[in-house]
Structure formats: structure tokens, C-alpha cells
């Protein structure tokens, strides 16, 4: 039982289920499209998207009560002795709108406006399986602008109920927490980091450049970024040891795509991994031309569907490294597949016609030596491409701390495409193509950026984030047909060794 008075719960409420940044934001979409989509006053619009969206956050959180108990802790009215005026405070809420719609001379609004009730009432009535009753709460805000312009038309009404759906669903609060399984006691501690120096000229000299978090999972930890004085390469100082940064690679680690049941959205979660690989290969594609029985290298294979599709296509000899044992995936088990580090690897040098690195090298501990292996192990006319985040795009820019590239703390180098080039060029490789994007999609940094953003370092929970991600996704298709002329997110290098 609750010893706090009403107003004070009611204060409680309001600071933190109602005076948030995301629903300020809903509020100005909401009370926007309110005004550009029919005849509404300025000042009554904006009243009207507040008090509608006041009265249904509160009306869910009366009605997910017993939810959040289990689920989402001691939230006020969860513990409130004055749950009951919370209900009249609801049902009280509903005389400014039927005032409004009534000094709009609107019965058919009226009408509407009670039918959305009635249809939410019934909603928590019938309580559909969550995963359901989701999507189905969040069309009320669209529905809001559709109470004050009726006149829409089909086309206009459509735009607007996907966007705001898709707003409210990327920002829904059960898209957290993510899926740490480490604790708060479990946070590194001084010894678990080491100090490192510029990977590219060697210098210790730096200044500070930004300070990350796990974002992805939530793991803890603040992570420093430091840029070299002397040639502008940005890299993780001090960094964890390797035996700490072990325990930020878990079973749900997005490479290693262990989860493969997403209900419903399974065949587009198997369709987007699939015109990944294929990106992979008509990178591939640009860079040589492969015939059977030719070797092929990937460093950081992952779940190993590349190469599968790689050795189904070309009939190639295929190795994958990856220092996690991911020997029981059905396509790792298909491939000669070595666990561990590349330095440990016996491989025979001069013998690779295609070597590739796909978000790899920003990982590594040891940049220079990998590439200078690299160097040896490819044949005469062989060819390296090496995929990695780009800093000096404009995903970092918008994001800073959040951008998905840092990675904190497995992204150990940011690179830059002068710092990219530069490395390769130090290793003896020349660079025969750059491209300023690359096989991953940059719409994944976006979405992911946003979501960090909103989430401050309380990870993502992917089962949450898969629907906002496809929807999304849709939304932005006209930006991301331009892709490959925006520098979002990636770059590409596709070298030869120096004669």
C-alpha cells in the first residue's frame, strides 16, 4: 500500500508516464496532422491531441494494472491505494473532448469518439494474446486525427494512421528491457581494462571523442572513445581484455542469429537475412570472379550462411573463422569451420582466392596483424573486401553516443574512410574500389540509433522491435533507394596485395 497522498500520485503519474519526450513528440504528430488535415482551430487542435492522449495513456495503465505488477515494477499505479480516482480522473477527461467535438457542431464525431471507447473498452474486455492487442492499441492515435478531419481521404487517412502507428511503436515501451543477462555487480571493474595506443601510427596522444554504452543488450559499462592527435584514427582507450570482452558476446549476440522464430514475421526476418547474404555476393561479385574448387576465407563468419551460399553458387572450397564456437548451426556444420583466433589457424599462405571481413575488423584487437595475414594468405591475384561502420557518416552525426557503430564495448577502432585506407595501405594492400556503403543495411543503424536514443542504455529487446523495424523500414523505402549516395552508415574496400 501506497503512503503517498493523491496529488502526489497524481504528480507521480504525470512526471513519469505522461511528461515524456516521446509523447511531447506524439503530441506535436498528432496536433500537426490534426491541423493540416481538416478545419480545427490551432488552440483547440492542441488541446484535444493533449486531453485524448492524456485520457488513453491513462486508460492503459489502468487497464495493464496487473501486467505491470508482474512485468514492469512498483509504477504508481500499480502500488496507488487511489487506483479508483485514477478511474474517475479517465472517465472525467471525457467531458472537455465531448465539449470540443460539440462546439464543432460534429454529432458524427461524437459518435466516433465514442465508438473508439467503447471499442477499446472492449479490447482489455477480451484481452487478446499481448503480441495482438499491441498494434491494435496504438491505432487509437491515428484514430485521434481522424476524429477532427472525418473528410480524409482514404489515401491521406492511410499515411497518416502507418505513420503514427509506426512512431508509436518504435517508442512503445515494452521495446525494452533487452536481453542482458549480466547484472549491474557484474560491471567491469578498473582491472578489467587495459590501455592501448593508436592502431594506425602507434602514438598514445589522444583526445576524447565519445563514451558509449551496450546499447543492443544493456549490458553495463560506459566505454570511452578516443581519437589519435596525430593521425585522426578514433579507437576504444582503455579497452576491456579479451577474457572480459567475451562476456559481451552472448548466445544472443546478432551475428550468431540463434533465435530464428519470429512468429508471424519469421518469413521477412528469413527474407531480409537472405538479401543480406545476397548483398555479400554481389559484393563479391564486384571484386573477382570465382570458379569452382577456388578457396575462400571468411573472418568472423558468423552463422556461416554467406559462405553456404557462396559454396552453393560458385562450388568454392569455403573456411570460416569465428574465435565463438558456432559449430552446431545447421551451415557452420556444411563448412570447414575453424574456432578461435586467425593467428592460431594453420593456414597455408598464398592460398586464398577470395578473403572477406564482413563487420569484422572493427571487432579485432589486433587490426595490423590480421591484415598483414591477410596479405600472406592471399594468391597472387586474389582479392580481400572488408566491410565496416564508416565514422564520418551522417548516422553518426545524428546519433553521437548512441550510434549503433560504436558497439561498445566490441567495436574496438572506428574507422573513417581515411583511417580505412590508410590501414590497408600500411598492411601492403592496395585499395582497388571504395564504396561509401556496403552488403549491411545503413536503415539498421537508423532504426537502431533512434530506438538507443529513446532507450538510454537499457538494451533493445529484439521480439518487441521486429514489427517497428519492418514498418519502419517501409516508411523510409524512398530515402533508402538513394543508399548508396547518402554515406548513412557503411563503407567497403575491396584490395590486392602490392606487387
Given at each position: ?87 474517475w480522473l479517465c472517465a472525467g477527461a471525457a467531458l472537455p473532448v465531448l465539449a470540443l467535438f460539440w462546439h464543432w457542431d460534429a454529432a ?27 498494434p491494435l492499441v496504438l491505432l487509437k492515435y491515428p484514430f485521434f486525427v481522424w476524429l477532427a478531419a472525418p473528410s480524409l481521404s482514404l ?85 576491456l581484455t579479451l577474457d572480459w570482452v567475451k562476456h559481451y558476446y552472448d548466445d544472443e549476440y546478432i551475428a550468431h542469429r540463434k533465435k ?240
Open positions: 500500500m501506497s503512503s503517498k497522498s493523491w496529488p502526489e500520485d497524481l504528480r507521480s503519474w504525470t512526471a513519469t508516464r505522461l511528461l515524456r519526450a516521446h509523447i511531447g513528440l506524439l503530441w506535436l504528430l498528432v496536433t500537426g496532422c490534426m491541423l493540416a488535415a481538416g478545419p480545427v482551430p490551432m488552440v483547440s487542435g492542441a488541446l484535444l491531441a493533449a486531453i485524448l492522449i492524456a485520457q488513453f495513456r491513462l486508460w492503459d495503465d489502468l487497464a495493464d494494472r496487473a501486467w505491470d505488477a508482474r512485468h514492469n515494477g512498483p509504477r504508481v499505479l500499480t502500488a496507488s491505494v487511489h487506483g479508483a480516482r485514477f478511474g458524427g464525431r461524437l459518435g466516433a469518439y465514442l465508438f473508439l471507447c467503447g471499442a477499446m473498452g472492449g479490447l482489455y474486455l477480451v484481452e487478446p494474446p499481448r503480441a495482438l492487442r499491441v489515401q491521406a487517412a492511410l499515411a497518416l494512421w502507418g505513420a503514427l502507428a509506426a512512431y508509436e511503436l518504435l517508442t512503445y515501451d515494452s521495446i525494452h528491457p533487452g536481453t542482458s543477462t549480466m547484472n549491474l555487480a557484474d560491471m567491469p571493474a578498473s582491472d578489467a581494462f587495459e590501455a592501448c595506443n593508436c592502431y594506425l601510427c602507434g602514438a598514445d596522444a589522444a583526445d576524447a571523442l565519445v563514451t558509449g554504452q551496450d546499447d543492443l543488450t544493456g549490458k553495463p559499462g560506459r566505454f570511452s572513445f578516443v581519437q589519435c592527435r596525430r593521425c585522426g584514427m578514433a579507437y576504444q582507450s582503455p579497452r530464428t522464430d519470429w512468429g508471424w514475421l519469421t518469413p521477412f526476418y528469413q527474407r531480409a537475412m537472405r538479401k543480406h547474404d545476397l548483398g555479400k555476393l554481389a559484393m563479391v561479385d564486384r571484386a573477382l570472379r570465382l570458379s569452382p574448387g577456388q578457396k575462400v576465407l571468411d573472418i568472423g563468419c558468423g552463422a556461416g550462411t554467406f559462405l553456404l551460399e557462396l559454396v552453393t553458387r560458385d562450388k568454392v572450397a569455403a573456411t570460416g573463422v569465428d574465435f565463438k564456437d558456432l559449430s552446431h548451426l545447421p551451415a557452420i556444420k556444411q563448412l570447414d569451420f575453424r574456432c578461435g583466433l586467425l593467428a592460431d589457424q594453420d593456414l597455408a599462405p598464398g592460398s586464398f582466392s577470395l578473403i572477406t571481413m564482413w563487420h569484422f575488423l572493427e571487432h579485432d584487437y589486433d587490426p595490423n596483424a590480421t591484415l598483414a595475414r591477410c596479405r600472406d594468405l592471399l594468391a597472387p591475384d586474389g582479392r580481400l573486401v572488408i566491410e565496416v561502420p564508416r565514422l564520418d557518416s551522417l548516422s553518426f552525426k545524428l546519433y553521437r553516443e548512441r550510434w549503433p557503430g560504436l558497439q561498445a564495448p566490441q567495436h574496438t577502432v572506428l574507422y573513417s574512410r581515411a583511417s580505412l585506407l590508410a590501414m590497408a595501405e600500411k598492411q601492403g594492400l592496395v585499395v582497388e574500389e571504395y564504396l561509401p556503403w556496403g552488403a549491411f543495411p545503413a536503415y539498421f543503424y537508423l532504426f537502431a540509433g533512434f530506438a538507443f536514443k529513446l532507450l538510454r542504455g537499457r538494451g533493445l529487446n529484439l521480439d518487441k522491435a521486429i514489427l517497428p523495424y519492418f514498418l519502419g523500414q517501409v516508411l523510409l523505402a524512398p530515402v533508402l533507394l538513394f543508399e548508396r549516395r547518402l554515406n548513412l552508415a557503411m563503407q567497403t574496400v575491396i584490395c590486392r596485395r602490392a606487387p
